[in-house]
């Protein structure tokens, strides 16, 4: 069970001066620093060299998510500008892949900037450049409470993803505290990205080059990769004292068959690569533990769900290979979940004995977890990468820690 020990917020931050946080990316990705955690102790390394710290037949999870450009402005006629910021999608699908592949009207649930100004029943119109042709895009305010925005356009042709590209913004993170360039569209998006639907980088992933991936690949650690659509959720503040009370956001999260297959077969080290594959792969588990109790589970972690069990449990092995064998019965080639699952110190991790990783905001819900994934070593590691002026945040340098 959770112990109904209180942690406190305050535990969980430390002094990150402004001049530490990268508001930039390096000229190339591979340059960034490297702190390895391991066995108690810290050494220091060139991203580049990563494939020489990890031993050889392990398997490395990355999350091939793609950001979207998930900002779009739209100007009132009396001149105010409206800012939407996409959520999730709502209709035609839930389901985000669905809803970027829709070329009819959607639904999403959205941040709205200027909300106030935003009449009811007022439909906003602009024009943009897609395909050759200017299309003009409508949007209107369905649900003023719950920030939900419907958004038509004239093409019947353009699938919604076509839209968003046109007209969208990259959605970098609030404390970069500057306007997107150019070269953002690139460089805040991983080289391996493939599946739309993130507001949010998966920033342990921006470092890797195909060189760093053709190295990993020929000392035999093996890549496998699955989905997690970060949410915007990822940076929100923890604001109550015990920080177990904090309401953790839903993100989706999508497996193939084949990912089950090769992660029940792997014989060395699994590592996550960031903290949204940890949590893809810890939440895999948790859903394989509710089929071995109900066939009909619904793929839906709930935040504190892992810390409701005692005693011993099946290895991640086996509970990989009942959901292989549950998506053979159902023939399904792809599994879809949400998960809300909540990391924190306490937390026993099932699949995962690496994690490569930056340098997280204070007192957010990632220092939880990496406090919980090295036995809160987490004040130590972040020391002496301040001492040792690594970049933090999103664009900053990376770590590589081993339970």
């Known amino acids: 069970m959770a112990e109904n020990t209180p942690l406190q917020k305050s535990d969980y931050f430390y002094d990150l001066p402004e001049d530490r946080i990268a508001k930039f990316p390096l000229p190339q990705r591979d340059q960034s620093k490297l702190l390895q955690w391991k066995d108690g102790k810290v050494s220091h390394h060139s991203f580049y060299n990563l494939p020489d710290l990890i031993p050889s037949g392990s398997l490395m999870v990355f999350n091939n998510t793609k950001v979207i450009p998930a900002r779009m402005i739209f100007q009132r006629k009396s001149g105010a500008w409206i800012e939407i910021f996409l959520l999730k999608p709502l209709l035609p699908s839930e389901i985000i892949q669905l809803a970027m592949e829709s070329t009819g009207p959607v639904v999403w649930e959205s941040m709205i900037g200027n909300l106030k100004k935003w009449k009811e029943g007022e439909i906003l119109e602009n024009e943009w450049p897609i395909a050759g042709k200017q299309v003009k895009i409508s949007v209107e305010l369905v649900d003023r409470q719950k920030m939900l925005v419907s958004f038509r356009w004239q093409e019947k042709a353009l699938a919604f993803a076509e839209i968003v590209e046109a007209a969208g913004k990259v959605p970098l993170p609030p404390y970069l505290n500057r306007e997107a360039t150019r070269e953002d569209a690139e460089?805040?998006?991983?080289?391996?990205?493939?599946?739309?639907?993130?507001?949010?980088?998966?920033?342990?992933?921006?470092?890797?080059?195909?060189?760093?991936?053709?190295?990993?690949?020929?000392?035999?650690?093996?890549?496998?990769?699955?989905?997690l659509h970060v949410g915007a959720g990822t940076f929100q503040p923890i604001k109550q004292e015990d920080v177990k009370l904090h309401p953790m956001h839903s993100e989706e999260v999508v497996y193939s068959r084949e990912n089950l297959y090769n992660l029940m077969r792997a014989e060395g080290k699994i590592i996550a690569v960031g903290t949204t594959s940890m949590r893809s792969l810890e939440s895999l588990y948790w859903f394989g533990i509710m089929l071995f109790s109900d066939e009909n589970a619904v793929f839906t972690i709930p935040k504190d769900y892992a810390y409701e069990f005692q005693g011993e449990l099946p290895p991640a092995r086996e509970v990989f290979e009942k959901i292989h064998t549950w998506m053979k019965q159902k023939q399904l080639t792809k599994l879809v979940g949400h998960t809300e699952i909540y990391i924190y110190p306490g937390y026993t991790f099932r699949v995962v004995s690496g994690l490569v990783t930056n340098f997280h905001q204070p007192g957010s819900t990632l220092i939880l977890l990496v406090s919980a994934f090295t036995n809160d070593s987490w004040k130590r590691i972040y020391k002496e990468a301040l001492l040792n002026n690594y970049r933090f945040l999103s664009y900053g340098d990376s770590s590589i820690l081993w339970q």
């Not at 991983?190 to 991936?213: C, D, I, N, Q, R």
């Open 187 to 227: 460089r805040y998006q991983t080289v391996y990205s493939e599946v739309k639907g993130a507001v949010a980088a998966p920033t342990a992933g921006l470092h890797f080059t195909p060189e760093v991936l053709q190295h990993l690949s020929e000392k035999n650690i093996n890549a496998e990769y699955l989905t």
